[in-house]
Every structure is written in structure tokens, then in C-alpha cells.
């Protein structure tokens, strides 16, 4: 069984498609980011170039998770491809 009472945790950032927290247990500090990208594939760029900023920013480990909606194929896509 854990022992969860010297967890902490905060928001770090958050934007349409991402939340980022810090957790800390005792001195050990990680980074999460959680994801739902925009559908929209001709977006996607800006949500690669949020992660590309904060990595340039982030110290600990980091963990990003969650569904970024990139496709294999563009007839896979909701809107006609670009």
C-alpha cells in the first residue's frame, strides 16, 4: 500500500488542448501533460510546437498522455485533406 500524504500537486499550464500538472512525492518532482488534440490535422502543428516550448522549460521527467488525434491516412480524416 502507498503512502500518499506527502503527495503534492499543482497546475502548470493549461491551453485548449493540454493540461500540464506538477506532482511531487518528497523530493522526487515529475511533469505531466494530458492531451485531447483538435481534430483538425491543419492545427496540429501548433499543438507539436506547445510541446516543442515546454520541453525547453521542463527539468524533471515528463510524461505526456492522451489522444493527439494524428492520422496514418488522410482519408481517415473528418475534413477533406489539405
Excluded at 12 to 39: E, H, L, N, P
Excluded at 75 to 81: L, Y
Aim: glycine fraction near 4%; charged fraction near 15%.
Amino acid at each position: 500500500m502507498s503512502n500518499w500524504d506527502d503527495l503534492s500537486y499543482g497546475l502548470v499550464d493549461g491551453k485548449d488542448q493540454v493540461v500540464t500538472f506538477i506532482i511531487s512525492k518528497g523530493s522526487v518532482t515529475w511533469m505531466c501533460t494530458t492531451t485531447y488534440a483538435f481534430r483538425n490535422p491543419s492545427i496540429h502543428f501548433l499543438l507539436w510546437d506547445y510541446f516543442v516550448s515546454l520541453s525547453n522549460i521542463i527539468q524533471s521527467p515528463w510524461l505526456i498522455v492522451g489522444d493527439m488525434n494524428e492520422i496514418l491516412l488522410p482519408s481517415r480524416c473528418w475534413e477533406a485533406p489539405l
